[in-house]
């Protein structure tokens, strides 16, 4: 399954680990050591224009994505019900 970060990127759902809100970053000084580890090695792409609203980390790279953690959700699980078949609810 695919999903669309923004900016025309797409990456592969099983090489997500975490989505999380960009607000977080302000919260955790954790999550900002992290980022500004991989900053520095190079494994940060930006597609939020300076207009960040996630974070998306992955196996290979984090992403910091203009759609918000919640969008980002929402369509990873709606194309997971597509992945199983079309049903009512």
């Known amino acids: 399954m ?3 970060l923004g900016e025309d ?3 592969k ?3 997500i680990i975490a989505i ?3 607000n977080a970053l302000y919260e955790s000084k954790d999550i900002e050591l992290f ?3 991989q900053k520095k ?3 940060v792409r930006d597609l939020s224009e ?3 609203k996630s974070i998306v980390i ?3 790279l984090v992403y910091i994505s203009p759609l918000s953690s919640t969008t980002l959700k929402k369509r990873a699980n709606d194309r997971a019900e597509l992945e199983q078949g079309w049903y009512l609810k």
Request: proline share 4%.
């Open 2 to 4: 695919l999903l669309h």
């Open 9 to 11: 990127i797409v990456i």
């Open 13 to 15: 759902s099983h090489e």
């Open 20 to 22: 999380l809100d960009y």
């Open 35 to 37: 980022l500004d580890v």
């Open 41 to 43: 090695e190079n494994n």
């Open 50 to 52: 300076d207009h960040p």
């Open 58 to 60: 992955t196996d290979k």
